[in-house]
């Protein structure tokens, strides 16, 4: 069903599976306000896709680290669209780097900054506005990371475990108001940030890692999109406070 008039952001919409969301939102009738952290280009690109297929974008620079950069991107929407429908909160850093005792302050603190602290600071702007309406879409995005629980994953792991508890419990606080929150855990997606990883883990260890998953090939980025775009739809009218994982059978990351 193509929606008309309505508005999402998508966090960290420049690359990967923010952008895939952001393009399939799109075409299902929403104007997209998309952020991103550095990669300006990216971004513009994202938005020109959106243009030229007869859909409205706009972008803004954030650093969800930040406690003013949930105030800019909400500010920005409802000047531009005058209502925020759908929430989408994409961005997020990882890192499999060390082990938990040996984790610097400022990668455990980026990390939850951004995966967890990011999302409760947009939540927390978003909402008042999705009260006013009597309705609201929020989607989080979680990793199938904190069913496997792997070593050197640890602040990673531990940031999305949070944010999954949070999606729980705030969907039964808004639920009266008419606001579903639900979030998505991918298993392994193609995107930079998972290549970066797959790397970092040398190539003998990714390739177990791959072997391991029952589908024998990593996801995509339009798979999780499909996800996202199902539970902002009226088709998930009755779904709420769910953790979906989207992960091929596997333990995922």
């Known amino acids: 069903m193509v929606l008309k008039h309505q508005t999402a952001i998508v966090t960290g919409g420049s690359r990967g599976i923010g952008k895939a969301i952001a ?31 007869g859909g409205t974008a706009e972008m803004i620079r954030a650093d969800l680290s930040l406690a003013d950069s949930a105030t ?8 531009r669209f005058g209502r925020i429908d759908v929430l989408i909160n994409n961005a997020g850093v990882s890192s ?9 302050d400022l990668e455990w603190n980026e990390i939850i900054d951004v995966n967890l602290h990011g999302v409760f600071r947009m939540m927390k702007a978003v909402v008042p506005h ?40 705030v969907a039964k606080e808004e ?4 606001i579903r929150v ?21 190539a003998e260890r990714a390739k177990s890692f791959v072997d391991s998953m029952p589908m024998k090939r990593m996801g995509t ?31 995922g990351t």
């Open 23 to 53: 393009l399939h939102l799109s075409t299902q009738g929403f104007n997209i306000v998309l952020s991103f952290k550095k990669n300006e280009k990216a971004a513009a690109q994202v938005v020109s896709d959106i243009q030229k297929s």
């Open 72 to 79: 800019a991107i909400t500010r920005t929407t409802i000047e």
């Open 96 to 104: 499999n780097k060390s082990l938990i005792a040996d984790t610097a």
């Open 130 to 169: 999705m009260r006013q309406q009597k309705k609201g879409n929020i989607v989080n995005l979680s990793s199938n990371i904190t069913k496997r629980l792997a070593p050197t994953f640890g602040p990673y792991a531990i940031s999305k475990a949070a944010l999954e508890t949070m999606t729980q419990i």
């Open 175 to 178: 639920a009266a108001n008419g």
């Open 182 to 202: 639900n979030a998505v855990a991918p298993g392994p997606i193609k995107t930079d940030m998972l290549e970066k990883l797959l790397k970092e883990m040398g």
């Open 221 to 251: 980025a339009d798979e999780i999109a499909n996800m996202v775009a199902m539970l902002t739809s009226d088709v998930a009218s009755f779904v709420t406070g769910q953790i979906i994982y989207v992960n091929g059978g596997g333990p």
